[in-house]
Structures are given as C-alpha cells and as structure tokens.
C-alpha cells in the first residue's frame, strides 16, 4: 500500500501513528484523565481509544481491562465513523449493540456514552468513553461535562505533540517527528521512491560566537529567519515536507520526482542573507546532502544517517552538494573505526610510539637538538603514516589526547637523555588548538618543573601560520609558552600560507624551511636563488633557519653558503626508534 505524505504526515499536526506509538508519560497523564472523567460523571469505567483502520487501542483506562482489538469489534468505530458524541442506555435494546462480543461477552458492557477525539485539523483520532456493566441513563448536562473533558485531553496531545515533535525555535517539525513519519511511510508498506534531503547553511561555531557575544537571542532570530526563507526560497509543494533536525539544519522530504534535489537546493540558496536582529544579518554557506529510498526496503534511521553522510561529505570536501555513495559511506565508517581504535591507543598506551628525528649544527657538524615524531603500529593494519590517523584526530578532541600524550612521553625521553648526561632539546608538534587553551603553557611549565628539567630543553613546533595570526588567542599562547622558556618553531615554511611581514607578530626563534623550498637545490638554479633570498631575509629577521628534507652532500653544502643555522633529513639520519637513538647519540658525540 503507498501513502501520500500529506494524508497522514502533515507537519505540525499530531498523527495516528504518533499516539499509536508508546509513551509511557504521555499514557501515565491520560490514565489521570480517564479517574478524573469516572469520578466527575460518576460512571465505574472509563478509557482512552485510538482507531486506525484495522484496530482500536486503549491507551488509558480505569477500571476497563481490554487491549488492542479488531474495530470492527469496536464500539467506539461509531463515534469516529458518526464524527458525534454516542450514548447507548442500554447496549442490549440497541441492535447495532445486542450482538456485539464485548456485550454478550466480557467485559459485558450494558452503557456506553462516547465523545470524539478532535485534533484541530479536524481529524478525528479517537474517543473518550465511559462504560457500565449495568444500564443508565447520561443526561445533556453531562454530556456537555464529557465534551468539555475530551477538549482538556485533545489539547494535552498537542501539547504533548508540540513539545515533542515540534522545534521551539523555528516552529517546524523536529527530528523526531521525521523519524516517525519516515517510520509511518515504512508500516504502511510503502515502496514509493521518496528523497530525503539535509540543509546544512549556518556556521555553527560562528553562531556559538555569536551567543557568546550577543546572547542567544540573535541565533534565535538567525534560525527563526531560516525557517522562514527556506520555504519562500525553495517553494515546497503541497507533498514536500521540511523539518528542523538539529540546530541550523534542515530536512526535506519529497517524491524523487521533485525537482527539489540537493544540488537544485543548493543553487537556489546560494547568495543568501539571514537576519539576525537590530538591521544585522550574516551570508550563509550552504551545503546539501541526499539520499534516494524506498521506506518499505531501509528504516527511517538508516534513510537520515544516510543523509547525513551525504552532508557531512559535502562539508568535508567543501563542495555545496553530494549525494549518497556506498563507497564515500564505507571510507567514512573506515575512519570513524580508525578514530575509535587510535583512541583506544591513546588511552591504553598500545601502539602508538616516538621516534626521533636529529637537528644538525651546520657549522660544527653535530647534534643540536631532536624532533619527537609520533608512529602507530595498529594490530590489524600495521604500520601507519601520521598523514593517515593526525587528520582524523584534528576532527576530534582526541588530538588534544594525543598531543598530551606525545609530550609526556617526550619529557619522559628528555629525564633519560638528562641521566645520560646529555641536554639536546627536543621538539614536539602542537596544533593552534592545543596552544590558543588559556591554561597550556601553565600545564606544560608545571610537567617540566614536576620532572626537574629546564623549559628551554623542550620546544613547540606550530604549522597553520593563517589560523594563528587571525587568533588572538593563538598568539597570545604562543607568547605565554615563550615567556617561559619554551622554544618556538614554525614548521614547513614555504608552502601555503608564508607570508615574512606576517611572521613578525609571532613570537618565533625557529624557522624550518620546507623540503619542497630545498629539495630543488643541488640541481635547479631557480631554487638555489630562492633558497637563498629567504635564508638571507630570514637571518635579517633574526630566526634560526633550519632546512628540512636535506638528502645529498650538494643540499647541505648549498645550504652551509646560504648561511642556514641547522638541517634535517636523511643525510644526516632517518627518524630513530628509541632503541637505535641512544647508539647514534653515543657515535655522533663521542
């Protein structure tokens, strides 16, 4: 059987399979309401029902004892058939009555008065009754009483329906009530092809600036706009239904036939401006992802986690549309795996590893410092590049866990090599994230003092020039860590953003050339020119210059003449597990 979304899925507005579905404090309110009607009219038994076209189910009762049954058995089939209010005196003189099973048989119903469930679309959902084993009569007055109670329990349902189903802030039906719509299109056998698409175009961290700053009164004002451009700009038909999923993200869902699609969505709401208040508004970027499905073949769950993959990749690769791919999904799963098993890691200390990469003195030829770099031998997959699992660890606040436990482990490496009587520093790679915490160069100060060690003997390596110069807080975490002594390192200079000018409002000593500056230089003449003006404007700055990548004796003495302070590379030597350190240590200083 196919359903149209309007006959039952109509936004707003509460539907069968709502109040067929459990709720035990929805229930536990109406089972207050049929002791309030027994003891008001006076009548021993009283409940709740909901009909469909099959069956009718009490919801609440007091002191009636029938479940589901047929409604064909029903006597309250004629109250919603009658859309009017029923009383029987006497069930056994009626002949629509005489030879009903629940007459003749338990719970031997003798008097029945039934009033309909009315929602305010006019829908009649089902009845409020009273019954007696015996005969009596209701007089008008209270009928009119009965009337009046099943008002009171309509308007707890939509109350109910509203708080549940509906979002407060844009009005529009929630997540949950989408869940139950796609799960009433499923019950109902339906194999029609529907598309379910998500609209995701508000910055959510720049609107939780936004609160910060303002309160939350303009990203209310900013999600209420939306809800109400999203329909004039889209012009949703009579069978396309939209929805507020989560905060600044929307659901559509449509036949596939609409022209509705994610990527149509997606250009309509290009250029596009909310209001956020007082004559204020921001630019949205907006990006969409859909899914194509049948609800009689996947559940409602698996169709919007379906679509929400689809966003999520679109976000990702910073595209304004994707549909649904089994193989884009099953990578996406791959990592979420990967991320789960890197945390298990992290906090287990299996796995994961340092090893340690020598800074080489051009002038003096010896070891001037060490870079801890992190490795992880997973137990299935083997050994794993950084460049596989520190990506998806930036998605996370596990990189956070990550980078506290490379420090550790880095200090705990530093105390050894102190024993040894050896004092070369050694750096570690710290994201903006880490150092822009009001709270991180206290903690770092305090692990070094708890291991009695300098803080000049550990240093901070930071790529991400861009993020850093535009946060203040950034800054100011990178001056906190220098104040105290850390060294600071700007890694994998000349790629992306490198800007000289803007260097100066980091507070740097070191400045690590990247392999792709150097990499050219026992061969191209372009690249010998290069290297050696940014050397030469960098030493004028008064940075360490220190060239990464360096392989070949033609590189280092190029980079000796250009009058770079300290290499790295495989030259000199390759990333040294623990076990090989201490031996290369030992032959290098004698």
Same mark, same amino acid.
């Given at each position: 059987?196919?359903?149209?979304?309007?006959?039952?899925?109509?936004?707003?507005?509460?539907?069968?399979?709502?109040?067929?579905?459990?709720?035990? %404090?929805?229930?536990?309110?109406?089972?207050?309401?049929?002791?309030?009607?027994?003891?008001?009219?006076?009548?021993?038994?009283?409940?709740?029902?909901?009909?469909?076209?099959?069956?009718?189910?009490?919801?609440?009762?007091?002191?009636?004892?029938?479940?589901?049954?047929?409604?064909? =058995?029903?006597?309250?089939?004629?109250?919603?058939?009658?859309?009017?209010?029923?009383?029987?005196?006497?069930?056994?003189?009626?002949? %629509?009555?005489?030879?009903?099973?629940?007459?003749?048989?338990?719970?031997?119903?003798?008097?029945?008065?039934?009033?309909?469930?009315?929602?305010?679309?006019?829908?009649?959902?089902?009845?409020? %009754?009273?019954?007696?084993?015996?005969?009596?009569?209701?007089?008008?007055?209270?009928?009119?009483?009965?009337?009046?109670?099943?008002?009171?329990?309509?308007?707890?349902?939509?109350?109910?329906?509203?708080?549940?189903?509906?979002?407060?802030?844009?009005?529009?039906?929630?997540?949950?009530?989408?869940?139950?719509?796609?799960?009433?299109?499923?019950?109902?056998?339906?194999?029609?092809?529907?598309?379910?698409?998500?609209?995701?175009?508000?910055?959510?961290?720049?609107?939780?600036?936004?609160?910060?700053?303002?309160?939350?009164?303009?990203?209310?004002?900013?999600?209420?706009?939306?809800?109400?451009?999203?329909?004039?700009?889209?012009?949703?038909?009579?069978?396309?239904?939209?929805?507020?999923?989560?905060?600044?993200?929307?659901?559509?869902?449509?036949?596939?036939?609409?022209?509705?699609?994610?990527?149509?969505?997606?250009?309509?709401?290009?250029?596009?401006?909310?209001?956020?208040?007082?004559?204020?508004?921001? =630019?949205?970027?907006?990006?969409?992802?859909?899914?194509?499905?049948?609800?009689?073949?996947?559940?409602?769950?698996?169709?919007?986690?379906?679509?929400?993959?689809?966003?999520?990749?679109?976000?990702?690769?910073?595209?304004? %549309?994707?549909?649904?791919?089994?193989?884009?999904?099953?990578?996406?799963?791959?990592?979420?795996?990967?991320?789960? =098993?890197?945390?298990?890691?992290?906090?287990?200390?299996?796995?994961?590893?340092?090893?340690?990469?020598?800074?080489?003195? &051009?002038?003096?030829?010896?070891?001037?410092?060490?870079?801890?770099?992190?490795?992880?031998?997973?137990?299935?997959?083997? +050994?794993?590049?950084?460049?596989?699992?520190?990506?998806?660890? +930036?998605?996370?606040?596990?990189?956070?866990?990550?980078?506290?436990?490379?420090?550790?482990?880095?200090?705990?490496?530093?105390?050894?090599?102190?024993?040894?009587?050896?004092?070369?520093?050694?750096?570690?790679?710290?994201?903006?994230?880490?150092?822009?915490?009001?709270?991180?160069?206290?903690?770092?100060?305090?692990?070094?003092?708890?291991?009695?060690?300098?803080?000049?003997?550990?240093?901070?390596?930071?790529?991400?020039?861009?993020?850093?110069?535009?946060?203040?807080?950034?800054?100011?975490?990178?001056?906190?860590?220098?104040?105290?002594?850390?060294?600071?390192?700007?890694?994998?200079?000349?790629?992306?953003?490198?800007?000289?000018?803007? &260097?100066?409002?980091?507070?740097?000593?070191?400045?690590?050339?990247?392999?792709?500056?150097?990499?050219?230089?026992?061969?191209?003449?372009?690249?010998?020119?290069?290297?050696?003006?940014?050397?030469?404007?960098?030493? +004028?700055?008064?940075?360490?210059?220190?060239?990464?990548?360096?392989?070949?004796?033609?590189?280092?003495?190029?980079?000796?003449?250009?009058?770079? =302070?300290?290499?790295?590379?495989?030259?000199?030597?390759?990333?040294?597990?623990?076990?090989?350190?201490?031996?290369?240590?030992?032959?290098?200083?004698?």
């Amino acid at each position: 059987m196919q359903m149209s979304i309007t006959n039952e899925l109509k936004p707003g507005c509460i539907t069968l399979q709502a109040l067929r579905n459990p709720d035990i %404090c929805r229930d536990d309110v109406l089972s207050k309401f049929t002791d309030l009607v027994s003891k008001t009219l006076d009548v021993p038994s009283s409940f709740i029902s909901v009909l469909d076209d099959d069956f009718q189910y009490i919801k609440a009762a007091h002191n009636f004892n029938v479940g589901e049954t047929l409604r064909a =058995d029903s006597l309250c089939q004629y109250v919603v058939e009658g859309d009017q209010p029923l009383v029987v005196p006497d069930t056994q003189l009626d002949a %629509c009555f005489s030879v009903n099973p629940f007459v003749i048989g338990e719970p031997f119903v003798r008097f029945y008065a039934g009033v309909p469930l009315k929602s305010q679309e006019g829908l009649v959902l089902g009845t409020l %009754c009273v019954v007696d084993s015996k005969p009596h009569t209701f007089s008008a007055e209270k009928l009119a009483t009965m009337t009046l109670l099943s008002q009171l329990v309509i308007s707890f349902l939509e109350a109910w329906h509203s708080v549940g189903f509906t979002d407060l802030v844009t009005g529009l039906p929630n997540r949950q009530q989408l869940i139950r719509d796609l799960q009433a299109l499923r019950n109902a056998g339906d194999n029609t092809r529907y598309r379910l698409v998500l609209i995701d175009c508000i910055d959510m961290p720049r609107a939780y600036e936004l609160a910060r700053s303002l309160g939350m009164a303009p990203v209310e004002g900013l999600l209420k706009d939306m809800a109400t451009l999203l329909p004039l700009r889209l012009r949703p038909g009579k069978n396309e239904l939209l929805y507020t999923v989560a905060t600044g993200r929307f659901a559509l869902l449509t036949h596939q036939e609409s022209p509705l699609c994610a990527e149509w969505v997606a250009r309509r709401m290009e250029g596009v401006r909310a209001e956020i208040g007082e004559g204020l508004s921001v =630019d949205l970027a907006t990006h969409t992802g859909e899914t194509l499905f049948s609800p009689s073949e996947i559940s409602a769950q698996e169709a919007l986690r379906r679509a929400v993959s689809a966003l999520h990749e679109a976000i990702c690769r910073g595209i304004p %549309c994707m549909n649904f791919s089994e193989e884009n999904d099953e990578r996406r799963t791959d990592d979420f795996t990967l991320v789960n =098993d890197l945390a298990t890691a992290v906090r287990h200390n299996h796995g994961l590893y340092l090893v340690f990469q020598p800074k080489i003195c &051009l002038s003096s030829g010896l070891p001037i410092g060490l870079e801890a770099l992190i490795r992880w031998r997973h137990p299935t997959r083997g +050994e794993l590049s950084p460049s596989v699992f520190i990506p998806l660890a +930036e998605q996370t606040t596990l990189l956070q866990e990550i980078t506290e436990w490379v420090i550790d482990k880095t200090i705990e490496r530093l105390k050894r090599l102190n024993g040894q009587g050896i004092q070369l520093p050694v750096t570690v790679n710290v994201s903006v994230r880490d150092f822009s915490q009001e709270s991180f160069a206290d903690r770092l100060e305090n692990k070094m003092i708890k291991a009695r060690l300098p803080t000049n003997l550990l240093g901070i390596e930071c790529l991400e020039t861009e993020r850093i110069i535009e946060s203040a807080a950034a800054i100011k975490g990178l001056e906190m860590l220098k104040l105290r002594g850390f060294g600071i390192a700007l890694d994998d200079f000349g790629t992306g953003y490198s800007n000289i000018s803007y &260097l100066r409002k980091m507070p740097l000593d070191v400045v690590k050339l990247d392999r792709s500056i150097v990499g050219g230089l026992a061969t191209d003449t372009a690249s010998r020119i290069i290297t050696r003006s940014i050397i030469a404007m960098l030493k +004028e700055l008064d940075y360490v210059v220190l060239a990464e990548g360096v392989e070949n004796i033609e590189t280092l003495e190029a980079l000796k003449e250009f009058g770079c =302070d300290q290499a790295q590379g495989f030259f000199h030597s390759r990333p040294l597990p623990e076990s090989e350190l201490d031996n290369w240590l030992r032959w290098k200083l004698g």
